[in-house]
C-alpha cells in the first residue's frame, strides 16, 4: 500500500498481500538432484545436483535462481535437503511490480519448510527468501515483499518496523483492518506492460545512494534522519533520495494513525498520491506510462494513486469508489497516448502463503 524503499533503510512498511498467487508442489527424492519446472515455461527442466548448486549458478536460467537460491539457503541451514522435485505454477504477473520473485521464493520456502524443517517460525522464513533473492539471485531487495507474502492476513494491511522485526521484537509487525468492501471502496492494480527488473541495477543503486546519504550524516540509516537532516546533505541528488525516505517514513505512519483511529479509507489516498509524487520527484523511479496511468486515475475520480515495486516500469495502484470507471478511464488514456493496453484488475487483502490443504 505505502512504504517505498524504506525497508532496507531500516523504515516503516505497510503491504498487503494480493489475492493472487504462486503455487508450489514439491516431492523429496534421495538422489541429490534438484529438478525443476514452471508451467509458464513448458517443456523447460532445470536439473543440477545440490552439491552443485553454488558452482553452476552463473549457468543456470535468471528465472530458476530464485526457487534454486531456497534451495541453497536450506542446504547452508544444514535442514537435510538431500533431493527435491519443485513443480511451479503461478498468476502474478512477471516484471509487474507485484513482487512476483518474492511470493515465488516464499511458496518454495514454505513447501521446503513442511518437507524439511517443520520447525521454522514466520521470521525464520521471510529471512530465508530474502537471502535467497540477494544472495543466489543477486537483488539486493530488503524485506518489504517477503514480509508481505509470509505475514499479511485477510482484509488486512500489515504494518512492519523493519527495524524491529530483523531485531526480532514482539511488537515488530501488527495487523492493521482495511475492509474496503466495508467503505464501498475497491484496490485496483494498472499493469501498464513496461517491465521492470530488479536485478538490472536501477534499484541496487538507489540503495547505494540512500547508504551514502546516511553515511554522509552519520547515521546508521536513513530511518534516523529528521528533515533537519537533509538540509546537512551538500549533495543534491543524496538529498533527494534521502528526502523521499524520510517523507515516506512519515507517510506511512500517517496511513496506520487514520486506519487505526477508524478514518474513513479514502483520507489515505492523498497520501498515495504523495508517495507517487516523492517516488517520481526525489527517488526518480517512475516510468512515463507509471505516470500516465496515475494521472489517468487521478482525473477518473480516484482517491489516490501511486507506483508500486522497485520502480523503472511495472504498476500502479489506485483507491477508488465501487463501480467507477476509473478501469475504462486508464485504458482509455492509454490508446489516446500510443501505448499498449494495460492490464487493470481489482484486489483484495489477502492471507499470505501458506499449505493448500
Not at 511490480?97 to 518474492?102: E, M
Not at 511495472?314 to 485504458?331: F, K, P
Request: aromatic share 4%; net charge negative; with cysteine.
Amino acid at each position: 500500500m505505502i512504504g517505498e524503499h524504506t525497508d532496507y533503510n531500516n523504515g516503516f512498511v505497510l503491504p498487503i498481500a494480493l489475492s493472487l498467487g504462486v503455487v508450489c508442489g514439491a516431492a523429496p527424492r534421495g538422489d541429490g538432484l534438484v529438478r525443476l519446472t514452471s508451467a509458464q515455461r513448458p517443456g523447460e527442466v532445470v536439473e543440477v545436483r545440490i552439491d552443485e548448486l553454488v558452482a553452476q549458478r552463473d549457468r543456470l536460467p535468471g528465472w530458476a535462481r530464485y526457487p534454486l537460491g531456497v534451495v541453497d539457503e536450506f542446504v547452508r541451514g544444514g535442514h537435510g535437503v538431500d533431493g527435491v522435485t519443485l513443480e511451479l505454477d503461478g498468476a502474478v504477473p512477471i516484471g509487474a511490480g507485484l513482487s512476483s520473485s518474492a511470493a515465488l521464493c516464499c511458496a518454495v520456502t514454505i513447501a521446503l519448510r513442511d518437507l524439511f524443517a517443520p520447525e521454522l517460525t514466520d521470521r525464520n522464513m521471510v529471512e530465508i527468501a530474502r537471502a535467497a533473492e540477494n544472495g543466489f539471485a543477486g537483488v539486493p531487495t530488503g524485506l518489504l515483499d517477503q514480509s508481505a507474502s509470509i505475514l499479511c492476513t485477510e482484509g488486512h494491511a500489515l504494518f512492519l518496523d523493519i527495524r524491529a522485526f530483523t531485531g526480532a521484537e514482539p511488537a515488530a509487525a501488527a495487523q492493521i483492518p482495511f475492509d474496503l468492501d466495508a467503505a464501498g471502496l475497491a484496490l485496483l492494480v494498472a499493469d501498464t506492460g513496461s517491465p521492470h527488473d530488479l536485478a538490472d541495477g536501477g534499484y541496487a543503486e538507489r540503495r547505494a545512494q540512500c547508504e551514502a546519504a546516511a553515511d554522509a550524516l552519520n547515521l546508521p540509516a536513513l530511518r534516523d534522519a529528521t528533515s533537519e537532516d537533509l538540509l546537512r546533505l551538500k549533495d543534491p541528488l543524496l538529498r533527494r533520495r534521502a528526502t523521499h525516505v524520510v517523507t515516506e517514513n512519515a507517510r506511512v505512519l500517517a496511513v496506520v494513525h487514520r486506519l487505526r483511529a477508524g478514518a474513513d479509507p479514502r483520507t489515505i489516498g492523498e497520501l498515495l498520491t504523495a508517495s507517487h509524487r516523492s517516488l517520481r520527484q526525489d527517488f526518480e523511479v517512475s516510468a512515463p506510462t507509471l505516470d500516465l496511468a496515475v494521472e489517468a486515475a487521478l482525473d477518473a475520480g480516484a482517491h489516490g494513486a501511486r507506483m508500486v515495486g522497485g520502480g523503472f516500469g511495472g504498476s500502479v495502484i489506485a483507491l477508488v469508489d465501487q463501480n467507477a470507471e476509473v478501469a475504462e478511464a486508464i485504458t482509455d488514456r492509454f490508446a489516446a497516448s500510443g501505448f499498449a493496453p494495460p492490464r487493470v484488475f481489482a484486489v483484495e487483502p489477502a492471507a499470505g502463503a501458506h499449505k493448500l490443504e
